[in-house]
C-alpha cells in the first residue's frame, strides 16, 4: 500500500458531458468541473475537466475514472477483430444463442454475432462435464488456428473450449501455446473471464471481453502517458462496472468487466450518500443529456447481477450493477410519429449540436427545451448566453409539436414531460416491481443533469413517498469515482442439487474465492481501512432456467439452511411455495471489498457560502407552469442555502451542476450532510 492518498480527483465520462470532483482529504477543499465530453477520444475531455478545474496534476495523488469506453464499443458495434478457437462442433455456439428473437412476437429484427463465422474455427478437444479428458487437445490443430487467424487480421484472440469450466487444463494449456505466436498480450481464455456451465453466455462474454481488450488498453495508454506528460505520478484507478476499481495497469485483462462502469459510480455514490442520510434503501434515478439509468439499492447494498443482458443476445455474465437504462435526456429528441403521436427519445442531440437552447445549432426540441419554456430553467442562463432568443425555441415547438398535436406551445412542452416521465416510470418499475420490490418502501435518489427536475413528478406517479438529492447531483457519477471501494466478485458453477453435495465442498470454494480476491486486493497500491466480504448463491428449482440469488450473512450454511433461504427467497419474489422440488445450487459467489477512507459530503457545498435563512438565498422569482396552471415560484441559489432549509413548494432550486424542482404540496427539508430531501405532498 503507498502513503494515503491526499489530493484524489474521480472523473467521469458521460454520453454528453464530463464531469470532476477533486478533494483534498486533509483540508475538505473541492474542486469541480462539467465539460462537453469528447466522443473521439474521451481522454481529451478528462485533460479539460482538469484543467478546467485547475488541477495540479503534480500535486495530485490518485486519479479514479470511470469510462464508457468500452461500454460505447459494444453497443455501436465497433470491435477490434477477433478471432475464437473452439471445441470441434461447436463453432456455431455464439450464433445459436437462446431461442430467442430479438422482437419476441414478430419474425422481425436480425442479430450478428461479435465474431463473424469465418474467424471462429474449430479444434479437436473435449471435456465431459465432469471435467474429464473424452478427447485429448490437438496442439498442432491449436497453433495451425492461432497462425490462420493472425493472417485474417485478428489483433484479439479467445479460447473457449465448452466444458472448460469443470476442468481448464485444455484453455490453459492451448493460451500457453498461442502465446508463442501471439503479437500481443490480447488472448481470452473462457474459463478465466466466467466459471459457468452456460457455453453460450460464457462464450459472448469472453469474446466482448476480447474484442474491448485492446480498445481499452490503446485508450488507458494514451491517457495515463498525456497525464505522465503534465506531470502526474500516481495510480489510475478505473470503475468496473460492479461499483468497484481496479488499477489501469490490470484492468484491460478483463476488459468485459468495465461495461457500464459509468452507471455503476452514480450508484455507488447513491449507497454511500443514503447510507450517511439514514436512507439504505433507495431506487437510484441519473437522468443526464442521453439517456436515464435506474437501479435498486436495498440495506446500502447496491443489487448486483450476473445475469445482465445489455442488448439482445448480448449476454455479459460477468457482476455489474443491475441497472435498467432508457433513451430518455435532457438532449432527448421529441417528434411526433407518422401516426400522429407523439414521441420523445431515444434519439438524443446529445452535446453536439445539444438542444436547442445550447445555442450550439440545434433544431429538434429536446426535454431541456420543454423545461426552459416552462419556466423550469432560467433562460437568462441558457438562451441568452446560447445566442438563442426563446421566441426562436417557442417557434420550433410550435412547427414541430403544437400544430400537429393540435395543442399550445406550453401545452406540447408539457406534453413532452408527461411522456418522457411515463418512459422513465417505466424504467423504475423494471427495477422495483418486477423484482418483487414495493417503491413505497424506498426513497428515489435523484441526480444527473436533469434528474431533480423530473423527480418530484416522477416519485408521485410510483407513490414513493420521498426523493434525496445530493449535494452535487449533476456530478455524482465523478463522487462514485471518489468513494468508490476496491472490488473483486468471483463465481464458481457448481450445478448439482442441494441433496447431492457433499457440505464441506461448499466451504472450499467460498474459502479459494476469498483467498484469491485478497491477493488481487493486496496487489493494488491503494489505502484501506479494511476488508469486507459478501457472500450469495445463485439456485433455482431443478428443472427450471431461471437464477434467483440468495445472499448469505456468512460462507459457513448448512445446506439445510441453505434450502430453506432458497424457499423463502422464491416465495418473496414470486409469491409461490414449491417445497416438495429439489434445489438446485448452480453457482457460489463472494464479492471481496477493500474499504477506503469515508468522505465528509457536506464539504461538496463551500459551508462558507451557506447563509443563515432561505430568504437570504432567495434570487428572484420566476413564471413556472404546473399541469397548465401557472405559479410565481421563488428560485434560490443552494450554495447559499443553511443546512437545516425548510421550503414548501412550488420553489426552485438552481446550483452549477443541476436545477431541483419542488413541485406545489410538496415540502423540501435539508439535513446535516448537505442532501435535499423532498416530501411527496409534505410526507416527512
Excluded at 492518498?5 to 474542486?31: C, E, K, M, N, P
Excluded at 450478428?112 to 478427447?135: F, H, N
Excluded at 433461504?565 to 411455495?577: D, I, M, P, T, W
Excluded at 443552494?638 to 406545489?664: K, S
Aim: glycine share 10%; proline share 5%.
Amino acid at each position: 500500500m503507498t502513503e494515503n492518498a491526499r489530493l484524489v480527483a474521480g472523473i467521469d465520462v458521460g454520453g454528453t458531458f464530463t464531469d470532476l470532483v477533486q478533494l483534498d482529504q486533509t483540508s475538505g477543499a473541492v474542486r469541480l468541473a462539467k465539460v462537453p465530453s469528447t466522443p473521439e477520444n474521451q481522454a481529451f475531455g478528462v485533460l479539460d475537466s482538469l484543467r478546467s478545474a485547475g488541477s495540479d496534476l503534480t500535486a495530485l495523488d490518485l486519479i479514479v475514472h470511470g469510462t464508457t469506453t468500452t461500454t460505447n464499443a459494444v453497443l455501436e458495434r465497433k470491435l477490434s477483430r477477433t478471432g475464437l478457437i473452439t471445441t470441434s462442433g461447436f463453432r456455431d455456439v455464439l450464433e445459436l444463442g437462446r431461442r430467442t428473437r430479438p422482437q419476441a412476437y414478430g419474425m422481425t429484427g436480425q442479430f450478428t454475432p461479435i465474431i463473424p463465422r469465418d474467424l471462429r474455427i474449430e479444434v479437436a478437444e473435449r471435456m465431459d462435464a465432469a471435467g474429464e479428458v473424452v478427447t485429448p487437445l490437438d496442439e498442432d490443430a491449436v497453433l495451425a488456428a492461432g497462425h490462420a487467424l493472425l493472417a485474417a487480421g485478428c489483433e484479439a484472440l479467445v479460447v473457449h473450449f465448452l466444458h472448460a469450466y469443470a476442468n481448464p487444463v485444455h484453455e490453459l494449456r492451448a493460451a500457453a501455446l498461442l502465446r508463442d505466436i501471439w503479437p500481443n498480450t490480447h488472448i481470452t481464455m473462457g474459463h478465466a473471464i466466467l466459471s459457468e456451465s452456460r457455453e453460450y453466455e460464457r462464450g459472448v462474454t469472453a469474446a466482448v471481453n476480447a474484442s474491448v481488450q485492446p480498445i481499452l488498453a490503446r485508450y488507458l495508454d494514451r491517457l495515463t502517458a498525456d497525464l505522465v506528460e503534465g506531470g502526474y505520478r500516481g495510480d489510475v484507478l478505473v470503475m468496473n462496472g460492479n461499483g468497484g476499481m481496479v488499477s489501469a495497469r490490470l484492468v484491460a485483462q478483463e476488459a468485459a468487466k468495465t461495461v457500464m462502469s459509468g452507471p455503476a459510480s452514480g450508484v455507488m455514490a447513491a449507497a454511500y450518500t443514503g447510507r450517511a442520510a439514514g436512507l439504505t434503501n433507495l431506487i437510484t434515478y441519473d437522468m443526464g443529456g442521453t439517456s436515464t439509468d435506474v437501479a435498486l439499492i436495498r440495506d446500502a447494498e447496491p443489487a448486483v447481477s450476473n445475469e445482465i443482458e445489455i442488448e439482445y443476445a448480448m449476454p455479459i455474465h460477468v457482476p455489474m450493477v443491475d441497472v435498467r437504462t432508457v433513451g430518455a435526456g435532457g438532449g432527448s429528441i421529441a417528434r411526433v410519429t407518422e401516426a400522429g403521436l407523439l414521441q420523445v427519445g431515444p434519439h438524443s442531440a446529445g452535446s453536439d449540436p445539444g438542444p436547442i437552447c445550447y445555442g450550439r445549432g440545434g433544431t429538434d426540441p429536446t426535454i431541456s427545451d420543454a423545461n426552459l419554456l416552462l419556466g423550469r430553467l432560467d433562460p437568462a442562463k441558457l438562451a441568452v448566453t446560447g445566442g438563442v432568443a426563446l421566441a426562436d425555441i417557442e417557434a420550433a415547438f410550435e412547427t414541430s409539436l403544437a400544430r400537429p398535436l393540435g395543442l399550445s406551445v406550453s401545452e406540447a412542452a408539457e406534453a413532452v414531460i408527461r411522456v418522457a416521465n411515463t418512459r422513465m416510470a417505466g424504467a423504475i418499475r423494471m427495477v422495483s416491481i418486477s423484482l418483487g420490490a414495493d417503491p413505497r418502501d424506498f426513497a428515489l435518489f435523484a441526480f444527473g443533469g436533469a434528474g431533480p427536475l423530473h423527480a418530484a413528478a416522477l416519485a408521485r406517479e410510483l407513490g414513493i413517498p420521498r426523493v434525496l438529492v445530493p449535494c452535487r447531483p449533476g456530478i455524482t457519477n465523478a463522487l462514485g469515482c471518489v468513494v468508490a471501494d476496491l472490488r473483486h466478485d468471483f463465481v464458481t458453477t457448481v450445478n448439482r442439487p442441494l441433496d447431492t453435495l457433499d457440505p464441506g465442498m461448499l466451504d472450499d470454494v467460498f474459502d479459494a474465492q476469498i483467498d484469491r480476491g485478497e491477493r488481487m486486493i493486496a496487489k493494488e497500491r491503494i489505502d484501506l481501512t479494511g476488508l469486507r466480504h459478501l457472500y450469495s448463491v445463485d439456485m433455482q428449482f431443478v428443472g427450471q432456467t431461471h437464477l434467483l440469488r440468495v445472499p448469505l450473512e456468512q460462507p459457513n450454511v448448512d445446506l439445510d439452511t441453505l434450502q430453506a433461504l432458497f424457499e423463502e427467497a422464491y416465495f418473496a419474489r414470486f409469491r409461490v411455495k414449491l417445497d416438495r422440488i429439489r434445489a438446485n445450487l448452480v453457482n457460489v459467489n463472494t464479492s471481496v471489498i477493500g474499504m477506503r477512507a469515508p468522505l465528509d459530503l457536506s464539504t461538496l457545498i463551500d459551508p462558507a457560502g451557506r447563509k443563515d435563512t432561505a430568504e437570504a438565498a432567495r434570487t428572484g422569482t420566476r413564471a413556472v407552469h404546473f399541469g397548465g396552471t401557472v405559479h410565481d415560484t421563488p428560485i434560490f441559489w443552494r450554495d447559499h442555502l443553511p443546512l437545516d432549509v425548510t421550503i414548501e413548494g412550488p420553489a426552485i432550486i438552481e446550483q452549477m451542476d443541476t436545477t431541483i424542482l419542488i413541485e406545489p404540496g410538496d415540502l423540501a427539508r435539508g439535513d446535516a450532510s448537505g442532501n435535499i430531501l423532498i416530501g411527496i405532498g409534505g410526507a416527512a
